[in-house]
């Protein structure tokens, strides 16, 4: 079955059911909550048919619903070189090639990082001048789309200058289809931001990238620091995997700390108690602002296809936020914008090689 095949929908996505912490439950739960919203979209579910067809019964969405049976799961300690030699009937390896053969337009999974990395490069493969693939991931933010695009967040920790101009025109390209924004402004994640601060290769990305904003259509901010990943400062903000990992794993820690120590401490005292229900409204709205779940999905940048990495704890609340995600960037031909972004980088240094050889 191809998505083109599929006439009940305008828009077909590839799930695969078995790789969340608690098995497949959470994640039929989660297309169930998506699909009551969306009853546009089919999904092609890979797992375990026997597995899935009780939960997709129970939840009544089987008109939406093709099950791909799919024997074999990639679980969290599987290592990615193994899964590529061993992973081919695997609900991770099935849900990738329905994108890789066109049957659907985005493929969404909550197992292991590592793996669906490798099997999405080995099936999908890079696009056209991409050396390094990224992860780009959302960020609560105080601008007004409520997010910012960070990238890399650990696809590879090495990004030279020509990496993270890539990383420049895939962060904008994945604003513009992903947050709606026109004309995203971008960042390059540094120490300072002082021109004369940083690593060798941030400097130069700095030019290369100051000099494809206007060609690639977005605006170029300069150097930014750790602080203005949930400013407004920037909406897009480019790093090397190494960085940007330790920076989400940072934020998602501090997060979940203040959080801890917001409820211990209005459960203090009698009056702590009393000031917690006077600020129940804020401190809801406030919760909202900043759950994960809201946020749940890392983008896979870079491939001939786009790939969705779900938390592998992600709850019916968060599987649905990723399905969204997937049904947004599919619905804007995403993946054909990011390829032609990405070829504009080569003409780029291209034609910065013919300049400089010109000058000297």
């Avoid at 490069?121 to 601008?143: D, F, Q, T, Y």
């Avoid at 540094?190 to 290769?201: F, I, L, Q, S």
């Avoid at 170029?220 to 909406?235: A, C, M, Q, T």
Wanted: glycine content about 10%.
């Amino acid at each position: 079955m191809s998505a083109t095949d599929q006439s009940t929908a305008a828009l077909v996505i590839s799930v695969d059911a078995m790789g969340g912490d608690e098995g497949p439950a959470p994640i039929v739960a989660g297309l169930a909550r998506f699909l009551g919203a969306n009853p546009d979209t089919h999904i092609l579910l890979h797992g375990r048919k026997a597995d899935l067809e009780p939960l997709v019964t129970k939840r009544k969405i089987g008109n939406s619903v093709t099950i791909v049976d799919a024997p074999d799961v990639v679980t969290m300690t599987d290592k990615p070189s193994h899964v590529m030699r061993h992973g081919k009937s695997t609900s991770m390896w099935s849900a990738i090639d329905s994108v890789r053969n066109k049957e659907a337009s985005v493929c969404v999974s909550c197992g292991n990082t590592g793996a669906l990395m490798a099997v999405s490069m080995i099936r999908l493969r890079k696009a056209e001048g991409v050396n390094r693939p990224a992860i780009a991931c959302l960020w609560p933010s105080r601008n007004k789309a409520g997010f910012n695009v960070m990238l890399d967040a650990g696809a590879d920790i090495r990004a030279d200058e020509e990496d993270l101009l890539t990383y420049a025109l895939m962060g904008a390209s994945y604003a513009r289809n992903g947050l709606g924004l026109s004309k995203p402004r971008v960042g390059l994640l540094n120490v300072g931001t002082e021109d004369h601060k940083g690593r060798a290769e941030l400097k130069v990305a700095h030019d290369m990238i100051s000099t494809a904003a206007p060609r690639g259509d977005f605006e170029y901010v300069g150097f930014v620091e750790g602080g203005d990943l949930p400013g407004s400062r920037v909406d897009v903000v480019v790093t090397d995997g190494f960085t940007g990992n330790i920076a989400l794993k940072t934020g998602e820690g501090t997060a979940n700390f203040v959080s801890e120590s917001l409820r211990a401490a209005f459960k203090t005292t009698w009056f702590s108690r009393i000031a917690a229900l006077l600020a129940m409204t804020s401190l809801s709205r406030l919760k909202k602002k900043i759950d994960p779940r809201r946020v749940n999905g890392g983008v896979f940048l870079g491939l001939n296809g786009t790939v969705i990495k779900s938390h592998g704890s992600a709850d019916a609340t968060g599987v649905a936020a990723a399905v969204s995600l997937a049904a947004q960037l599919g619905r804007s031909g995403f993946s054909d914008k990011l390829a032609a972004r990405v070829a504009s980088a080569a003409v780029l240094a291209q034609d910065d090689q013919t300049d400089s050889a010109t000058k000297d």
